[in-house]
């Protein structure tokens, strides 16, 4: 099914959100729980390249990419195609039950891409949270331990034993408890805030490894190689490579969460690649398949045959729909050389900030990596952070059309993930937006 192409330009024919959104806004309110709350004024109505259309006719640019999802845009037409075609074959048999190539040759392309020598093994899922949930168990089985290090400021889903691994009380965790037991917080390394090089941050984090939970309690440290939801942290240079030098002199597993990291995001296949670290496991989901809900554990042979015949698994784990998903992007990030273009993007977000960083101060760290960067604003004088000015752009640049996300621990943080495949202009036009209101609020 061909259709128009999704003129790429932002258009507002209403106010955001116009009477149609407006009207499904209140049966949202009767029908959805309030904890369930979208942010953008906008009921969708098609998505593609860098534009959402919204169900009055605007059209919205999108620099959330549905929180770095849709990477190679969110109707790729070779990924229509892919899912079309599977959906026509067979939508589901369950791997476990009646299995199919296309989840074994996903799997035998993530042994390509993964920065883990040898042979590696994939078990596929559904969620990022449920791929975190699999590599702890599976670390545990490996390394008959069972305590589990997450950092500050880490992000790790939203489910029982993830709430625990994520830093952030409100809304994460706030009434939800008690949390998994054996799972604990270490500090990591935040150059802007910490004022520590790599070395000095990952001496901290391995004295607090060391008495707090003892390596020889300790399964496995999980850790986002730059923190997502924490507000884009890069740790300093050698931080990383530190902390996997450690867990490997002391048979602790180190899992690299990717699920926001990875596919191009960054300018490269993974975090990991860059940082030039060797994780034992590696968590994927969200950029994996265009859009279709797949997530993936990817680990070193021995390590993932430590659980038994039947341990791992689910009903839907690497359905055939989002696989086929998930092979396309995987096309479409090589042909169309995402990872460099990430990097594209990187640089003109990096421009265009350090461009207003000169006259407004309250612009206080630039930061992230390729297609994921970020904007920490702070009070100039105190560093206090100013996490009510950064609501006021994300919900003013949303009425304006443009699809804006915000993050870090104190909420001080823009965040931009646009689809990799975004027009220049289009990327150009949107940061234009938010830096002319962050003008007027001065
Ligand atoms: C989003 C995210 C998760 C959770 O993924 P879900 O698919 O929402 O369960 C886990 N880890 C990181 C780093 C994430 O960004």
Redesign the pocket.
Same mark, same amino acid.
């Given at each position: 099914m061909s259709r128009e192409p999704l003129d790429q330009s932002r258009k507002l024919v209403t106010e955001l959100p116009g009477p149609k959104a407006r009207e499904l806004h209140e049966r949202l309110e009767t029908y959805v729980p309030k904890a369930v709350s979208p942010s953008t004024p906008a009921f969708a109505a098609r998505a593609e390249g860098g534009i959402v259309e919204d169900v009055d006719g605007n059209r919205l640019i999108d620099l959330g990419a549905g929180? #770095?999802v849709t990477t190679v845009g969110a109707s790729h037409p070779k990924i229509v195609q892919a899912v079309q075609e599977q959906v026509a074959d067979f939508t589901h048999t369950c791997f476990m039950v009646t299995p199919y190539e296309s989840y074994v040759q996903l799997a035998q392309r993530l042994d390509g891409l993964v920065p883990i020598s040898g042979q590696t093994r994939t078990v596929l899922l559904n969620?990022? #949270?449920? #791929? &975190?949930e699999n590599a702890v168990k599976v670390a545990r089985a490996y390394t008959g331990k069972q305590a589990i290090a997450a950092f500050d400021n880490a992000?790790?889903?939203? *489910?029982t034993l *993830?709430m625990g691994l994520t830093a952030k009380n409100m809304p994460y965790k706030e009434s939800f408890g008690p949390f998994a037991s054996e799972t604990y917080r270490v500090p990591g390394s935040y150059p802007y805030r910490d004022g520590l090089t790599g070395a000095q941050a990952a001496a901290r984090t391995i004295e607090s490894l060391e008495t707090q939970i003892g390596a020889n309690q300790l399964a496995a440290v999980i850790m986002?190689p730059i923190q997502?939801?924490g507000g884009f942290i890069v740790p300093a240079e050698g931080f990383l490579a530190k902390i996997v030098e450690w867990c490997k002199a002391n048979n602790v597993l180190f899992i690299a969460?990717? &699920?926001?990291?990875g596919f191009a995001r960054t300018g490269d296949w993974f975090a990991s690649t860059t940082e030039g670290i060797e994780p034992d496991l590696i968590?994927l #989901?969200?950029g994996i398949a265009g859009g279709m809900p797949l997530?993936a554990v990817t680990g070193r042979a021995d390590v993932m045959d430590a659980v038994h015949a039947g341990g791992l698994g689910g009903t839907y784990g690497g359905n055939p729909v989002a696989v086929a998903a998930a092979l396309a992007s995987l096309e479409v990030m090589e042909e169309e050389e995402l990872s460099a273009k990430a990097n594209r993007i990187g640089e003109l977000i990096t421009e265009h900030f350090t461009r207003i960083q000169k006259d407004d101060a309250r612009v206080g760290d630039i930061r992230g990596r390729g297609a994921m960067m970020a904007i920490e604003f702070v009070d100039p004088e105190t560093k206090e952070p100013l996490a009510k000015l950064v609501n006021e752009i994300a919900v003013e640049a949303r009425k304006q059309g443009v699809i804006t996300l915000t993050a870090g621990t104190y909420g001080n943080v823009l965040r931009f993930l646009p689809p990799v495949v975004i027009d220049e202009d289009l990327l150009q036009e949107g940061l234009s937006v938010i830096t002319d209101i962050l003008a007027q609020t001065k």
């Open positions: 929180i #770095a969620s990022g #949270a449920e #791929a &975190v992000y790790h889903g939203r *489910t *993830t986002e997502g939801e969460d990717e &699920v926001q990291t968590t #989901a969200k997530s």
